[in-house]
């Protein structure tokens, strides 16, 4: 879908675009949301079964040992029931390891409240800026990631995945 944007200076940001999306497609309905520039080796079956028994919206999340990564990344504080307690987008000072990749899933009902939370004040640039908003207004959980992810951020991560990526085998 072509949202106009023509600059880095006037794009919607991911949150909008997601509201983009549901405002064009007219979706009314539970939504799997993935960053395109993600590749998977493992099948979102289970994520999205684990969704389901959860009744919430979900997203996943993996231990990243490495500090400097994490600061780049949205971190999970999550509870023993895999609830979100807090999640911060880039924080300075991560609170934990439990880095959150951009794979979510939003109940037909959390969907809905996208714009709400555009109009609340929640970040519009990184996607996970709406999860972190929609913890503090409703329950929602963390799955552990249970595979392998291949973020293809520059033209040497590509070359890497191309060497490496075995296709889904989890």
């Known amino acids: 879908m072509d949202d106009g944007t023509s600059t880095n200076e006037t794009r919607l940001g991911a949150v909008r675009d997601i509201q983009f999306a549901i405002d064009k497609l007219h979706l009314d309905d539970d939504m799997l949301v993935i960053a395109g520039d993600n590749l998977l ?3 979102l079956q289970q994520f999205v079964r684990y969704a389901h028994e959860k009744q919430t919206s979900c997203i996943m999340r993996f231990w990243e ?3 400097q990564r994490l600061l780049k990344c949205g971190v999970v504080t999550v509870d023993d029931n895999d609830r979100i307690l807090r999640m911060t987008e880039k924080s300075p000072t991560p609170e934990t390891h ?3 990749p951009p794979f979510y899933f939003y109940t037909r009902q959390d969907a809905r409240l996208v714009q709400k939370g555009i109009e609340s004040g929640c970040g519009v640039d990184a996607p996970g800026s709406y999860i972190a908003w929609l913890c503090t207004q409703t329950p929602v ?3 552990e990631m249970p ?5 293809i951020g520059n033209l040497q991560s590509y070359e890497q995945v191309q060497r490496d990526y ?3 085998t989890v």
């Not at 595979?147 to 973020?151: C, S």
Request: glycine share 10%; with cysteine.
């Open 98 to 100: 439990w880095c959150t």
């Open 41 to 43: 080796d493992f099948s």
């Open 141 to 143: 959980h963390a799955m």
């Open 147 to 151: 595979g392998r992810r291949y973020d």
């Open 65 to 67: 040992k490495d500090e």
């Open 166 to 168: 075995q296709g889904i």
